[in-house]
């Protein structure tokens, strides 16, 4: 029963903001693990990235922008490479995808997933050797399939009956034998710090291994021989935090593995556990580091072969979010600053849903910094919303932010690599922000603004 209205309920309600958030010593101090690590507070109180001032980066290319951290993104590169030693790492494209990161990547060595047509386009103009390329999705048109067939990808991860029917069609009209893996939906449910291990799976990829589907799918392409079977698949979620899940996924997969060997005589040669390996949004946050999954990953897969006197197979895993996710933060400027009715104070900045769906969509929780200068008021509560015509429009819920926040300042969401750009929409046509690349004190484009006029283009009459 609500007593007063302004009564103690009011701590309750997060007037005082979630109760993770903690008032912050120091409003201007940039969290490390939430930043790339590149990321600075000059001695001007304006923040840095690879060596150039953020308040130029703005200057040269306006805002909102997303402002990617080269050295940070190559660094998560090669941590996942060397932590997983022989494994094959697939970058998650989905992620974020564009022809400069595909360059980066084949220069770090690691392999990519695409899972439609038009990223497997990027991929192969961004130079993406074909055998270093995955294909994923549950519906891949004949299109899709047959450009992936003759461009020789790697793998193909079939997800349905229907797909193994194309598949079969076009290996026999290019003379081809597609290599393949079976995706399979082990009843391991993954979602932030929880996961859920159930006997079923209600969703829409890969074949259920607890109905059948998978040893049908598996029995099928092994018996009529026009594919080449690699081995097992499964993908159990995004933003994980601990290994008991993929324990398992794994434990699943190789039993399923086993009893191929048993009928089939046949130790599939790969095993991949997908990606999903979580990162730090906030200060509530405490991701793993590659080399501590690495080592859990490793051993799971190898306790479970010895238990099932199975060789060891060739691992792959396919991280998207844990590479590029911090290595990324967008820049926005803000417009308006309303405080409503003494509870917080909102932000307005120069973009929001459009170019960061993900706190309307999953209810993700983001934090901010002032980026442009230091200050020295105390902090208040506040919420960064966006432009948009919709009050779900926001972008941080919850953070303390200087209480002299005013038009004018710039403002930097950080960990928006992942997932931000990527499903960035046109929403009230406000065309998507460009990607600025930052290293060694140098700034460029990568992915242009759009403009009105490239809005208006698609506008036929
Ligand atoms: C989305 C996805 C990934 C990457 O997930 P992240 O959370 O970005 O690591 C990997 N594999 C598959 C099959 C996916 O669908």
Not at 163 to 185: F, S, Y
Not at 268 to 282: R, V
Not at 321 to 350: C, H, N, Q, W
């Amino acid at each position: 029963m609500r007593a007063h209205e302004a009564g103690a309920l009011h701590g309750d309600l997060g007037f005082s903001g979630p109760s993770w958030l903690r008032t912050p010593q120091d409003v201007n101090a940039l969290v490390p693990q939430l930043w790339p690590r590149t990321v600075e507070r000059t001695a001007g109180g304006e923040m840095a990235v690879g060596g150039v001032n953020i308040r130029k980066i703005a200057e040269q290319h306006g805002t909102p922008a997303y402002v990617l951290d080269e050295e940070d993104f190559r660094s998560r590169c090669r941590a996942f490479k060397e932590a997983f030693g022989g494994a094959e790492v697939f970058y998650a494209g989905k992620a974020f995808i564009a022809t400069h990161i595909v360059r980066i990547l084949v220069e770090e060595g690691l392999s990519l997933d695409v899972c439609t047509g038009g990223e497997l386009a990027v991929a192969l103009r961004g130079g993406m050797p074909p055998e270093r390329i995955g294909l994923h999705g549950n519906n891949k048109s004949v299109a899709e399939l047959t450009r992936a067939v003759e461009a020789g990808v790697g793998r193909i991860i079939v997800d349905s009956f229907d797909e193994i029917d194309r598949l079969t069609t076009i290996a026999k009209q290019t003379g081809t034998r597609p290599k393949v893996m079976v995706r399979v939906t082990v009843g391991v449910e993954a979602h932030t710090h929880e996961y859920i291990a159930t006997a079923h799976e209600d969703q829409k990829f890969g074949f259920s291994l607890s109905g059948g589907a998978a040893a049908a799918a598996v029995d099928r392409i092994i018996t009529e021989q026009a594919l080449e079977l690699r081995g097992l698949h499964s993908h159990i979620g995004s933003q994980i935090f601990d290994t008991s899940g993929f324990e398992v996924s794994a434990r699943r997969l190789l039993q399923l593995q086993a009893a191929i060997h048993d009928k089939h005589g046949i130790e599939l040669p790969e095993l991949d556990l997908g990606g999903g390996f979580g990162i730090a949004y906030t200060t509530q946050d405490t991701p793993a580091e590659p080399r501590d999954l690495a080592t859990d990953l490793m051993r799971i897969v190898k306790q479970e072969c010895a238990a099932l006197q199975l060789s060891v197979p060739h691992l792959s895993i396919e991280p998207g979010r844990a590479i590029v996710g911090p290595a990324m933060f967008t820049l926005y400027e803000v417009g308006t600053v309303k405080d409503v009715d003494g509870i917080r104070t909102y932000v307005s900045v120069d973009g929001g849903m459009s170019d960061n769906i993900r706190t309307a969509l999953y209810d993700a929780a983001y934090s901010a910094t002032l980026a442009g200068r230091a200050s020295t008021e105390p902090p208040i509560l506040a919420r960064v919303v966006g432009k948009h015509c919709e009050a779900g429009d926001i972008i941080v819920k919850d953070e303390f932010l200087p209480a002299d926040v005013r038009a004018g300042d710039l403002l930097a969401v950080p960990g928006t690599g992942a997932y931000c750009r990527s499903m960035a929409s046109n929403y009230n046509h406000v065309p998507r922000p460009p990607v600025v690349a930052v290293v060694d004190g140098e700034s460029r484009v990568i992915v242009r603004r759009e403009t009105e006029d490239d809005l208006l283009k698609l506008d036929v009459g």
